[in-house]
């Protein structure tokens, strides 16, 4: 039973993972491409849902709070056993934990991501020339 609650957990986890990539693959990838260039924005934006999977099932599927199922309690009680109200329980935490880990490290990534965006504009903004006060100034029709 317990080994069918840990493949049902690792499933629902990576189905979460799954839908959070599909909904932030392409806003991932336009701003890595509008960061880090045309040449290496796919492999970052790769790596980066390659990511959301490995937090959100590594946050999903708790190890050590399964444990309580098949470890004797304190005082040699016996291990908890799983009903369907545990089994609810487990399934939902699994679905809460992937959310929230891969919401903090999306707004990790996106934190960064602002931060390079505004040093990249003000890098652009530099770099374009300034219009001389001399310059005479062209009037347009009445």
Do not use: H
């Not at 049902?8 to 599909?22: E, G, M, P």
């Not at 806003?27 to 045309?38: F, T």
């Not at 770099?127 to 006060?133: G, I, L, N, T």
Request: hydrophobic share 55%; glycine share 8%; proline share 6%.
């Amino acid at each position: 039973m317990f080994i069918l609650l840990l493949l049902v957990n690792l499933l629902v986890a990576l189905s979460v993972c799954y839908l959070i990539a599909r909904i932030f693959r392409k806003p991932v990838q336009k701003i890595l491409e509008r960061l880090v260039g045309e040449e290496i924005y796919t492999a970052w934006s790769n790596y980066l849902i390659f990511a959301v999977y490995v937090v959100g099932i590594s946050s999903g599927v708790r190890l050590w709070d399964l444990g309580k199922y098949i470890e004797p309690g304190s005082a040699g009680a016996p291990p908890m056993q799983l009903n369907a109200d545990r089994w609810v329980l487990e399934v939902y935490r699994t679905i809460v934990g992937a959310l929230e880990g891969d919401a903090w490290m999306l707004l990790v990534f996106f934190i960064f991501a602002l931060m390079a965006f505004v040093i990249v504009k003000g890098l652009e903004l530099r770099r374009q020339p300034v219009p001389s006060p001399e310059a005479p100034k062209k009037k347009g029709k009445p």
